[in-house]
Protein backbone atom coordinates (compact mmCIF):
# COMPACT_ATOMS: atom_id res chain seq x y z
CA UNK A 1 0.00 0.00 0.00
CA UNK A 2 1.26 3.48 -1.05
CA UNK A 3 1.38 6.26 1.30
CA UNK A 4 -1.11 8.02 -0.45
CA UNK A 5 -3.71 5.62 -0.34
CA UNK A 6 -2.60 4.79 3.44
CA UNK A 7 -3.48 8.22 4.43
CA UNK A 8 -6.68 8.31 2.21
CA UNK A 9 -7.54 4.62 3.79
CA UNK A 10 -6.71 6.57 7.71
CA UNK A 11 -9.22 10.07 7.09
CA UNK A 12 -11.79 7.81 5.19
CA UNK A 13 -11.96 5.51 8.18
CA UNK A 14 -11.78 8.09 10.93
CA UNK A 15 -14.75 10.17 9.16
CA UNK A 16 -16.75 6.91 8.88
CA UNK A 17 -15.67 6.19 12.65
CA UNK A 18 -16.55 9.80 14.12
CA UNK A 19 -20.00 9.80 12.02
CA UNK A 20 -20.87 6.36 13.30
CA UNK A 21 -20.02 7.61 16.97
CA UNK A 22 -21.19 10.65 16.82
CA UNK A 23 -24.94 9.44 15.29
CA UNK A 24 -25.02 6.23 18.01
CA UNK A 25 -24.30 9.41 20.75
CA UNK A 26 -27.21 11.35 19.59
CA UNK A 27 -29.50 8.49 18.99
CA UNK A 28 -29.39 7.45 22.65
CA UNK A 29 -30.70 11.15 23.78
CA UNK A 30 -33.90 10.50 21.51
CA UNK A 31 -37.22 9.22 22.08
CA UNK A 32 -36.43 5.06 21.43
CA UNK A 33 -39.86 4.15 22.64
CA UNK A 34 -43.72 5.86 22.81
CA UNK A 35 -45.65 4.31 25.83
CA UNK A 36 -49.54 4.53 26.42
CA UNK A 37 -51.22 2.75 29.46
CA UNK A 38 -54.83 2.70 30.63
CA UNK A 39 -55.05 4.38 33.86
CA UNK A 40 -57.35 3.79 36.82
CA UNK A 41 -59.26 6.77 35.60
CA UNK A 42 -62.12 4.93 33.62
CA UNK A 43 -62.33 4.66 29.58
CA UNK A 44 -60.77 7.75 29.07
CA UNK A 45 -57.53 7.96 31.19
CA UNK A 46 -55.04 6.76 28.82
CA UNK A 47 -51.75 7.91 29.16
CA UNK A 48 -48.68 8.46 27.27
CA UNK A 49 -45.60 8.96 27.66
CA UNK A 50 -42.21 8.69 26.16
CA UNK A 51 -38.70 6.61 27.08
CA UNK A 52 -35.40 7.98 25.40
CA UNK A 53 -32.77 5.76 24.67
CA UNK A 54 -30.69 7.09 27.88
CA UNK A 55 -33.19 5.96 30.01
CA UNK A 56 -33.38 2.34 28.85
CA UNK A 57 -29.97 1.90 27.52
CA UNK A 58 -27.78 4.06 29.45
CA UNK A 59 -24.30 2.62 28.23
CA UNK A 60 -24.82 3.84 24.73
CA UNK A 61 -23.81 7.19 25.12
CA UNK A 62 -20.50 6.19 26.86
CA UNK A 63 -19.15 3.40 24.88
CA UNK A 64 -19.89 6.16 21.84
CA UNK A 65 -17.82 8.48 23.41
CA UNK A 66 -15.13 5.87 23.44
CA UNK A 67 -14.83 4.85 20.14
CA UNK A 68 -14.59 8.57 19.53
CA UNK A 69 -11.66 8.67 21.59
CA UNK A 70 -9.91 5.72 20.27
CA UNK A 71 -10.12 7.52 17.03
CA UNK A 72 -7.13 9.78 18.24
CA UNK A 73 -5.53 6.64 19.73
CA UNK A 74 -5.54 4.84 16.50
CA UNK A 75 -4.07 8.53 14.93
CA UNK A 76 -1.51 8.47 18.08
CA UNK A 77 -0.70 4.38 18.01
CA UNK A 78 1.34 2.57 15.79
CA UNK A 79 1.87 -1.24 15.14
CA UNK A 80 0.30 -3.59 17.72
CA UNK A 81 -0.69 -1.11 19.77
CA UNK A 82 -2.99 0.80 17.30
CA UNK A 83 -4.07 -2.87 16.09
CA UNK A 84 -5.21 -3.36 19.92
CA UNK A 85 -7.13 0.12 20.14
CA UNK A 86 -9.09 -1.04 16.57
CA UNK A 87 -10.38 -3.79 18.23
CA UNK A 88 -10.95 -1.96 21.24
CA UNK A 89 -13.32 0.29 19.07
CA UNK A 90 -15.09 -2.89 17.04
CA UNK A 91 -15.68 -3.92 21.13
CA UNK A 92 -17.20 -0.67 21.58
CA UNK A 93 -19.70 -1.28 18.28
CA UNK A 94 -20.71 -4.51 19.51
CA UNK A 95 -21.41 -3.12 22.86
CA UNK A 96 -23.58 -0.35 21.82
CA UNK A 97 -25.93 -2.98 19.26
CA UNK A 98 -26.37 -5.17 21.89
CA UNK A 99 -27.79 -2.63 24.36
CA UNK A 100 -29.32 -0.88 21.76
CA UNK A 101 -30.95 -4.41 20.34
CA UNK A 102 -31.51 -5.82 24.15
CA UNK A 103 -32.89 -2.43 25.65
CA UNK A 104 -36.29 -2.19 24.12
CA UNK A 105 -37.67 -5.16 26.23
CA UNK A 106 -41.40 -4.02 27.37
CA UNK A 107 -41.05 -5.72 30.78
CA UNK A 108 -38.19 -3.11 31.41
CA UNK A 109 -39.82 -0.28 29.38
CA UNK A 110 -42.74 -0.33 31.97
CA UNK A 111 -40.64 -1.28 34.98
CA UNK A 112 -39.42 2.30 34.25
CA UNK A 113 -42.59 4.04 33.52
CA UNK A 114 -43.77 2.46 36.85
CA UNK A 115 -40.53 3.86 38.72
CA UNK A 116 -41.65 7.15 37.20
CA UNK A 117 -44.89 7.31 37.48
CA UNK A 118 -46.19 5.48 41.08
CA UNK A 119 -49.86 5.77 39.30
CA UNK A 120 -49.38 3.59 36.37
CA UNK A 121 -48.34 0.60 38.80
CA UNK A 122 -52.25 -0.24 38.55
CA UNK A 123 -52.39 0.87 34.76
CA UNK A 124 -53.36 -1.79 32.50
CA UNK A 125 -53.71 -2.27 28.57
CA UNK A 126 -49.92 -1.37 27.78
CA UNK A 127 -48.91 -0.44 23.89
CA UNK A 128 -45.50 -0.29 23.20
CA UNK A 129 -44.27 2.03 19.86
CA UNK A 130 -40.60 1.79 18.88
CA UNK A 131 -39.26 4.91 16.92
CA UNK A 132 -36.57 4.46 14.74
CA UNK A 133 -33.75 5.93 16.89
CA UNK A 134 -33.03 2.51 18.90
CA UNK A 135 -32.46 0.48 15.11
CA UNK A 136 -30.37 3.46 14.38
CA UNK A 137 -28.17 3.21 17.44
CA UNK A 138 -28.33 -0.45 17.07
CA UNK A 139 -27.22 -0.15 12.68
CA UNK A 140 -24.37 2.29 14.39
CA UNK A 141 -22.87 0.01 16.66
CA UNK A 142 -22.93 -2.60 13.88
CA UNK A 143 -21.06 -0.04 11.64
CA UNK A 144 -18.60 0.58 14.57
CA UNK A 145 -17.75 -2.62 14.72
CA UNK A 146 -16.76 -3.27 11.41
CA UNK A 147 -14.92 -0.57 11.36
CA UNK A 148 -12.61 -2.06 13.81
CA UNK A 149 -11.90 -4.76 12.63
CA UNK A 150 -11.36 -3.40 9.03
CA UNK A 151 -8.80 -0.97 11.18
CA UNK A 152 -7.26 -4.15 12.78
CA UNK A 153 -6.37 -5.26 9.40
CA UNK A 154 -5.15 -2.54 7.99
CA UNK A 155 -4.41 -0.09 10.45
CA UNK A 156 -0.34 -0.85 10.69
CA UNK A 157 -0.24 -0.13 7.00
CA UNK A 158 -1.61 3.21 7.45
CA UNK A 159 0.99 6.30 8.86
CA UNK A 160 0.71 7.70 12.04
CA UNK A 161 1.18 11.17 13.60
CA UNK A 162 4.52 9.27 14.82
CA UNK A 163 5.76 8.19 11.54
CA UNK A 164 5.17 11.61 10.88
CA UNK A 165 7.50 13.09 13.94
CA UNK A 166 10.15 9.97 13.21
CA UNK A 167 10.67 11.29 9.98
CA UNK A 168 10.85 14.87 11.13
CA UNK A 169 13.37 14.27 13.80
CA UNK A 170 15.38 11.92 11.36
CA UNK A 171 15.42 15.09 8.42
CA UNK A 172 16.78 17.50 11.45
CA UNK A 173 19.58 15.01 12.39
CA UNK A 174 21.17 15.04 9.44
CA UNK A 175 20.99 18.75 8.86
CA UNK A 176 22.43 18.88 12.63
CA UNK A 177 25.14 16.47 11.46
CA UNK A 178 28.87 17.89 10.91
CA UNK A 179 30.05 18.06 6.44
CA UNK A 180 32.42 15.70 5.80
CA UNK A 181 35.85 16.40 6.37
CA UNK A 182 37.67 17.01 3.16
CA UNK A 183 40.37 14.95 1.77
CA UNK A 184 43.74 15.54 2.49
CA UNK A 185 45.93 16.40 -0.14
CA UNK A 186 49.26 14.38 -0.51
CA UNK A 187 52.20 15.48 0.82
CA UNK A 188 54.76 17.22 -1.59
CA UNK A 189 58.00 15.18 -2.80
CA UNK A 190 61.04 16.49 -1.70
CA UNK A 191 61.93 17.89 -5.22
CA UNK A 192 58.74 19.73 -5.52
CA UNK A 193 59.44 21.03 -1.88
CA UNK A 194 62.52 22.58 -2.64
CA UNK A 195 60.95 24.11 -5.59
CA UNK A 196 58.74 25.82 -3.56
CA UNK A 197 60.85 26.81 -1.19
CA UNK A 198 62.88 28.19 -3.63
CA UNK A 199 59.98 30.52 -4.34
CA UNK A 200 58.89 31.35 -1.15
CA UNK A 201 62.50 33.00 -0.41
CA UNK A 202 62.68 34.73 -3.55
CA UNK A 203 64.83 32.73 -5.62
CA UNK A 204 64.31 31.45 -9.04
CA UNK A 205 64.65 27.72 -9.38
CA UNK A 206 64.69 27.87 -13.24
CA UNK A 207 68.60 29.02 -12.72
CA UNK A 208 71.06 26.39 -12.30
CA UNK A 209 74.35 27.95 -11.53
CA UNK A 210 73.04 29.66 -9.01
CA UNK A 211 74.72 27.46 -6.05
CA UNK A 212 71.13 28.36 -3.49
CA UNK A 213 68.82 26.73 -5.63
CA UNK A 214 67.79 23.72 -4.26
CA UNK A 215 66.95 22.50 -7.38
CA UNK A 216 70.51 22.69 -8.72
CA UNK A 217 71.74 20.62 -5.70
CA UNK A 218 73.84 23.33 -4.11
CA UNK A 219 76.65 24.06 -6.58
CA UNK A 220 77.60 27.69 -8.19
CA UNK A 221 78.87 27.81 -11.55
CA UNK A 222 82.10 30.33 -11.11
CA UNK A 223 82.58 33.12 -14.20
Known amino acids: MSAGTGRRALWIWVLA ?20 YQGTSG ?4 TQTAVTGAEIAAGVGPLA ?6 ILA ?14 ATAAFGAGI ?25 AAHGWTFDLTLWSSVTAVCGVVLCALGLAAAAFAPRWPGMSDRYSRHTS ?6 EAPPAAPREPA ?4 ERALWDAIDSGEDPTETGDEDNPASGGHKRRP
Open 17 to 36: TAAAAGLAWTASRQEWVQVA
Open 43 to 46: PGGR
Open 65 to 70: LAALAS
Open 74 to 87: VLAASGLWRRLVAL
Open 97 to 121: AYIALSGTDTSDIADLVKSRNPLAS
Open 171 to 176: GEGRTA
Open 188 to 191: PRPR
